[in-house]
């Protein structure tokens, strides 16, 4: 069946400082691959997504890129903010509809 | 509304007894999910709904759960005899058509204790 393994938290980090998140999954064809991010006191939203392979999805300066390869969709950003401090969630869809399968979650800290 | 809507926000219920978690999705969505999320757990799919029917139940842990929709819009999780391991979030999500590139919208959950 399907999986995601992402990197287990907490991952405390500075401002400023380069953001990667490892995500990699198993899956049956040509999944889908996303990211979810959870801020605190709100609920799930889309942070970005990849349909096929080699394709790069980005938002909010955030970057993931769909490697089939090494069936990976690490999470990168540059330069993190403490507005950026949340739970981001990998997740995948191979199905002819949206049973989505998540990663267990890796809760970001940032720090002034 | 605008967004995905859960109620209750918190529920505190005792062992053994019946409860209901309510999901009003964004107007127009089709698709609509049900997950659980437990601490230091992913989020467990727990049902599927497109319109009114439940193409996949296989989430559903025991046949304690269950869950309808009606009029292709609200949707109803129950939980008859609640056990101690049900404490957890349940997360209610739409989408506009169920396509497996699509967006899930989620609500903020329904947090339930089970004492």
């Known amino acids: 069946g399907n999986s995601v393994t992402q990197m287990e938290g907490p991952v405390t980090l500075s401002e400023e400082a380069f953001l990667t998140i490892n995500c990699t999954y198993t899956a049956t064809g040509y999944p889908s691959l996303f990211w979810y991010v959870q801020y605190p006191g709100e609920g799930l939203q889309l942070l970005l997504k990849a349909t096929k392979a080699d394709d790069k999805g980005s938002n909010k300066g955030f970057e993931a890129t769909y490697r089939k390869e090494t069936t990976s969709f690490h999470l990168e950003k540059g330069s993190v903010q403490v507005s950026d401090s949340a739970v981001y969630f990998c997740a995948l869809n191979s199905g002819g509809y949206q049973k989505v399968t998540f990663g267990t979650g890796t809760k970001l800290q940032v720090i002034p | ?115």
């Open chain 2, 1 to 115: 509304g605008a967004g995905v809507s859960q109620s209750p926000s918190n529920k505190v219920t005792e062992k053994g007894k019946d409860v209901e978690l309510r999901c009003d999705p964004i107007s127009g969505h089709t698709a609509l999910y049900w997950y659980r999320q437990s601490l230091g757990q992913g989020l467990e799919f727990l049902i599927y709904f497109q319109g009114n029917s439940a193409p996949d139940k296989s989430g559903l842990p025991s046949d304690r759960f269950s869950a309808e929709r009606t009029g292709g819009s609200v949707s109803t999780l129950t939980i008859q005899r609640t056990q101690q391991e049900d404490s957890a979030v349940y997360l209610c999500a739409s989408s506009l058509d169920g396509l497996y590139t699509g967006e899930l919208f989620f609500g903020e959950g329904s947090r339930l204790t089970v004492l």
